[in-house]
């Protein structure tokens, strides 16, 4: 099976072994896979290029990581601003759907017909946040919508049904039948 190996350097685990420090010194970018039987086992990295890394990762959790999109299609050209996480992520307290929700439910072929109430939208994000899965956004929406649409149709009106009521037949035979 193939290997995508990250390092411009690789060396055999016996080899850096016997002299690690040189071996990391000698690596370009202070990065080197180390390999046992031509298959990545690990990797060493320099303090340098560790606290490098740990700049930009700094530098990349400052900025913004949503994405803006600016939605004039829908509401009669009403510029509304919806902000969505981009790439998959897992589900976290506050994940509210879009605006135009029930809308796009619509086009998936999910009609709901009612808003959404704060119990269905807790339920599901407990439920989702507990499994760990990732999705992206709009994955998410549609999990939701399909959600909801389960949940509303077996939650239908239970007390018009009344299992222990037995029904009283009619035992006049109508015109036209023999009997």
């Known amino acids: 099976m193939p290997v995508k190996i990250l390092s411009s350097r690789i060396i055999s685990l016996y080899s850096f072994c016997q002299n690690p420090i040189s071996s990391l010194k000698k690596s370009e970018g202070g990065i080197l896979a180390i390999l046992k039987n031509y298959t990545p086992v ?3 990295i320099t303090p340098e290029r ?8 700094v530098k990349s959790m400052s900025k913004n990581n949503n994405m803006l999109i600016e ?3 829908i509401h009669n050209k009403i510029h ?5 996480p981009v790439g998959k992520y897992v589900m976290y307290d506050g994940w509210k759907p879009d605006s135009d929700f029930i809308r796009q439910a619509a086009v998936w072929g999910i009609p709901l017909t009612n808003p959404i ?4 939208l ?7 946040q507990a499994e760990g899965s990732l ?17 509303r149709a077996n939650n239908f009106d239970k007390s018009k049904t009344n299992i222990t009521q037995i029904s009283n037949p009619n035992l006049n035979i109508p ?5």
């Open 42 to 44: 690990m990797y060493a």
């Open 50 to 57: 560790l606290a490098q890394l740990l700049a930009l990762e």
């Open 71 to 73: 939605n004039t299609l």
């Open 80 to 84: 509304t601003n919806i902000y969505t």
């Open 117 to 120: 109430t704060d119990a269905e």
């Open 122 to 128: 807790s339920g599901f994000i407990s439920y989702w």
């Open 135 to 151: 999705f992206h956004h709009i994955q998410w929406q549609q999990k939701f919508a399909r959600n909801l649409q389960i949940i």
């Open 175 to 179: 015109e036209g039948f023999r009997g």
